[in-house]
């Protein structure tokens, strides 16, 4: 009979603020180096949206538009599209350190070609360079930032991370304009900005090596002792490798690999929808992926030179501060959404993202259908408070948890790959919006918002039948939601027993815990395998839901009260 472990994770985690607890400041400190990615990404992004607004970079390449406008703003996504099947093999096999450095090496000599740019070809030859390493560094950071966090801390981390893309955007925005502002007409004025990119890859280059390695990558590649180590040294307040809080997460890793491995011998892109469970992860993944570039937010993120001459704004000042603003606003919501994720819950922050943004966005359509119809100036004025109200209830969700959600519902043998694909459904949405959305706007202009209007109803939808609320679990027991009710139970017994054998025995020498927690796996899996009566599996079921009931309205509460 499965009966409820006497200690769980809630019983060893620090409880005091993060801040006090100097192995958790160290990690944390650490992990700014790959949250900075994501800013990369942000200022990498946005900066074709600033230079277009730039009168110098559009004489010094005969104010492109159109197909070749679309071509430009597509050549970073093209080589990201190009990457992506490298990506998941280097973050596999290499490493997430590994994969990150030789990403952001790349970068540095993309940058170093489009400061450099004469002509429009190499221009987007630089682009395309650049997206290409910044997709080993989007494929790599996000998943150290996961699989090494402290458990308390991992969901506002990942949540941060992507909402972090817009101190790129801040960045980017606010250097054309001063860029704009100080150098006027020269070339200058858009060379500079370009430069600007380096820096963040410069400090990764230079400082990834201080950062530990996954954990969870060290235990599959069979180095579970120095996957230890580094949980010891920012887990644990001691650095005891003998730490309940330890023994449970390397307890948890261990059997979590385990299952897989059992479930599927050899790990492919096949694999992520070999299974039901696999299948409706997918799912959400792609959906959530196209969701996020899909809901009208590419209008405003990549051709707002656009949106502001359709609605009447002219002025090249006033075009740059808006946008500086705008992105301000939007690093406010998207860092409120994150810090938000552990108390109103993954799947309610969705469907309030998506309640909202259809409000905003059909208000929005209405004020520039006006001013387009009826030269309505007062319609043209509120279109800019609609397009802030919008951007708010996009960013408190797809923001902070689109990464955060996909990787916290893949398991670590598909983690890279499902990633991966999730980044694949985002490149080649944005290539579409890229290459349709100026031509569109051209054709039918206010009316292509109607398009938007419809499809955000079906997100919607989707958000309320299909997206699975995660809050308060372990990385190992939120994967395990999608494979039947059995898996979570057996990890948290796992994970238990191993932290009930820490209390019981004293220190020893290093290495004899790992045989010690490996006869737990045994036993587990014994138990696991031996014929059982009816009456003990109703027993255990009730025993597990009478533990499930507790842990979930008593002691989780405990979990976010400590944050």
Avoid at 6 to 13: G, H, N, R, S
Avoid at 184 to 210: C, D, M, N, Y
Avoid at 226 to 238: F, G, M, P
Avoid at 495 to 519: C, D, H, L, Y
Wanted: proline share 4%; aromatic share 12%.
């Amino acid at each position: 009979m499965t009966s409820p472990p006497e200690w769980t994770v809630i019983d060893f985690i620090h409880r005091g603020a993060w801040w006090r607890n100097p192995s958790i400041r160290v990690l944390n400190l650490l992990l700014l180096l790959p949250l900075f990615t994501a800013s990369i990404n942000g200022l990498d992004s946005s900066l074709v949206n600033g230079l277009q607004i730039l009168p110098a970079w559009q004489d010094y390449f005969d104010h492109p538009n159109g197909r070749t406008l679309g071509l430009i703003s597509a050549a970073q996504v093209i080589g990201s599209i190009a990457g992506l099947p490298f990506t998941p093999l280097s973050a596999d096999h290499l490493g997430r350190k590994p994969t990150l450095f030789v990403g952001a090496v790349i970068m540095l000599a993309g940058v170093a070609l489009q400061s450099a740019a004469r002509t429009i070809g190499m221009f987007i030859g630089a682009r395309g360079l650049i997206g290409f390493g910044l997709t080993f560094v989007l494929g790599a950071a996000p998943l150290l930032i996961t699989e090494l966090a402290y458990p308390t801390q991992r969901g506002k981390l990942t949540s941060m991370y992507n909402a972090s893309w817009y101190i790129g955007s801040i960045i980017s925005a606010w250097t054309c304009f001063g860029a704009y502002q100080g150098a006027g007409h020269s070339v200058w004025s858009w060379r500079i900005p370009t430069l600007v990119q380096a820096l963040g890859p410069l400090l990764q280059v230079s400082f990834i090596w201080a950062v530990p390695e996954s954990p969870r990558f060290l235990v599959a590649k069979g180095r579970e002792s120095k996957a230890a180590r580094i949980l010891a040294r920012y887990h644990s307040l001691t650095h005891d490798e003998q730490d309940p809080l330890i023994m449970f997460e390397m307890a948890q890793i261990r059997h979590a690999l385990k299952l897989e491995k059992e479930t599927s011998k050899s790990t492919s892109f096949i694999t992520l929808f070999s299974t039901v469970g696999n299948r409706k992860r997918m799912l959400i993944i792609i959906a959530l992926a196209v969701f996020s570039q899909w809901s009208g937010n590419g209008l405003v993120s990549y051709y707002i030179n656009l949106v502001f001459e359709g609605v009447g704004i002219k002025d090249a000042g006033t075009k740059a501060a808006i946008n500086g603003g705008l992105q301000v606003w939007n690093l406010i919501a998207a860092m409120s959404g994150a810090l938000l994720v552990d108390k109103l819950g993954r799947r309610t922050l969705f469907i309030i993202s998506n309640v909202g943004m259809l409000i905003g966005f059909g208000a929005w359509t209405l004020t520039t259908a006006l001013f387009n119809t009826m030269d309505n100036k007062a319609a043209a004025k509120a279109t800019i408070p609609f397009i802030f109200i919008f951007y708010f209830f996009y960013d408190i969700a797809y923001t902070p948890m689109l990464i955060a959600y996909t990787l916290e519902i893949l398991p670590f043998s598909i983690r890279a790959k499902g990633f991966a694909v999730m980044n694949l459904a985002v490149s080649l949405t944005l290539a579409f919006n890229q290459f349709v959305n100026p031509w569109a706007l051209d054709a039918l202009g206010w009316k292509y918002y109607l398009v938007y209007c419809g499809w955000l109803i079906i997100e919607l939808v989707f958000v309320v039948c299909y997206v699975v609320e995660t809050k308060g679990r372990t990385l190992e027991e939120t994967a395990a939601l999608f494979d039947g009710e059995q898996q979570p139970q057996v990890l948290m017994q796992q994970g238990g027993e191993a932290a009930t054998m820490s209390r019981n025995f004293a220190a020893r020498g290093p290495g004899i815990w790992v045989e010690q927690e490996k006869s737990i796996v045994a036993d587990v899996a014994l138990r696991e395998n031996a014929p059982k009566r009816v009456s003990d599996r109703s027993s255990a079921s009730t025993s597990m839901s009478r533990y499930d009931e507790e842990r979930s309205t008593h002691s989780h509460s405990r979990i976010y009260e400590a944050i």
